[in-house]
């Protein structure tokens, strides 16, 4: 057969296919029209049964009871950070130091250990005069490494991310929480003191030298916070915690919370399993009723996600949510948004809208401007009133963070934050705080 002739009877043949092509999915669809429609496709089965187990977890979750506690201590401020005091040794001897859910070592100095450390508002814990203190050897130490020892003795060193940094060796010594007066104090030390591991401190350097505070009680995750290790002893009933701040002090609860709230209680669970500090999970972020775009919501839960942190004063979004939080606070208050020192009238500072963060759960979380912005020439005032003229604001909310977020004591002001570690969820309710 020549090539001409083969190409004709091979287009020959492609026209009849084509038509009976044609002709048979012309049938299929006036078949498929006269069917009924076909229902919804359903969700896969597994699907559906994790969903299920998922709402039905936060519903637990939510309806767990919260232990109402009878440990409750007052804490004082002092330029936006919180303290308590807590009783060490055997007298007792009485230490001010900060509350901070970001860090898991408690520490302060120690003499005669420390004689180059800072002066701060007590005297320095003196060792010796304690009968019931145990410097933990290198074979025993609890809050550092084996292999972190140095003349017989358990070495500690710890940085924070403002530069300041620390250096101690491990003690046991019996602690209890108090208030300012030592004579009760003293007294609920004999009733529930227990053996408790922290730092004393050799060297101190940055703020910590300078501040206010003796030293630091490290509230996180961990086994030997207080929070542990009271539990531990049956000292508090329930491993959990809450603190409640306002603008000059608050209390810590220890074993549940106080439940003198405003608003019912909301839940949410914590985000990373198997780390020590607080994390949760940013679902929208509201400024005034704007909702910020969800595409950005990524950038609240990178890294660590977003934590909760008594130790910080301020507040810190991720960078990158930048663009939309300045254009919707600055379309909604007629200002241009800054950190630096700016000056409002009254009926200006009225205009400037809360800053609400939901999360997994259905927890709103509001922080309102009185909180975020810090009143130069008088941060104590607990709520806003008229005045005359213009005052000098500083927006202590920065939109800086590289990654993730950190909720800082600012925007805990005014609710109570329940720490429920032996359940991994966190309680946030509107309070006063007195």
């Known amino acids: 057969m020549s090539p001409p002739a083969r190409r ?6 492609r026209s009849v296919f084509l ?41 637990k ?15 004082h401020a002092t330029k936006g950070t919180h303290h308590a005091y807590l009783y060490i040794g055997s007298p007792p001897q009485r230490q001010t130091l900060i509350v901070d859910t970001g860090s898991r070592l408690t520490a302060f100095p120690c003499q005669p250990h420390c004689p180059n450390c800072g002066k701060h508002t007590s005297k320095q814990f003196h ?48 602690v209890w929480l108090g208030n300012e007066d030592e004579n009760t104090s003293v007294q609920e030390h004999h009733s529930h003191a227990v053996p408790f591991a922290f730092g004393c401190q050799v060297a101190e350097e940055g703020l910590f030298k300078e501040q206010y505070a003796d030293g ?13 290790t009271f539990h531990q002893y049956n000292s508090i009933p329930h491993e959990s915690f809450s603190l409640c701040f306002n603008k000059v002090g608050g209390y810590l609860a220890l074993g ?43 950038y609240m839960n990178d890294f660590k996600g977003t934590i909760v942190d008594s130790g910080t004063t301020d507040t810190f979004l991720p960078v990158k949510i930048a663009k939309p939080f300045v254009k919707a606070w600055e379309g909604i208050s007629g200002r241009t948004y800054s950190n630096n020192l700016q000056l409002y009238t009254y009926e200006e500072l009225r205009k400037l809208p809360t800053i609400t963060f939901e999360l997994v759960g259905g927890l709103r979380w509001e922080v309102e401007p009185l909180n975020y912005m ?46 429920d570690i032996a359940n991994r969820r966190m309680g946030v309710a509107k309070a006063s705080c007195t």
């Open 8 to 13: 004709g009877r091979l287009l020959t043949a």
């Open 19 to 59: 038509f009976a092509l044609l002709w048979a999915v012309s049938s299929w669809t006036l078949i498929l029209k006269a069917l009924p429609p076909a229902p919804p496709n359903p969700v896969r089965p597994q699907q559906n049964r994790v969903g299920a187990r998922s709402l039905e977890a936060d519903a």
């Open 61 to 75: 979750q939510q309806d767990l009871p919260v232990p109402t506690t009878s440990y409750i201590y007052p804490l």
């Open 127 to 174: 060792l010796d005069k304690s009968s019931s203190y145990e410097v933990m050897s290198c074979s025993s130490c609890l809050l550092s490494k084996t292999n972190s020892c140095y003349n017989e003795k358990c070495e500690i060193e710890q940085s924070y991310t403002e530069g300041s940094s620390w250096k101690a060796f491990e003690v046991k010594d019996k």
């Open 216 to 228: 630091i009680i490290g509230l996180s995750m961990y086994t030997q916070t207080l929070a542990g």
């Open 256 to 298: 549940g919370a106080v439940q003198n709230h405003m608003a019912p209680m909301q839940f949410t669970p914590f985000a990373k399993k198997n780390t020590w500090y607080y994390s949760v999970t940013v679902n929208s972020v509201y400024v005034g009723s704007h909702k910020l775009p969800g595409v950005f919501m990524q």
């Open 374 to 419: 810090e009143d130069v020439s008088d941060n104590t005032r607990l709520s806003l009133a008229p005045f005359h003229g213009k005052r000098g604001f500083i927006s202590r909310m920065y939109v800086n963070e590289p990654k993730g977020a950190v909720l800082g004591s600012n925007a805990m002001m005014n609710h109570e934050i329940y720490f």
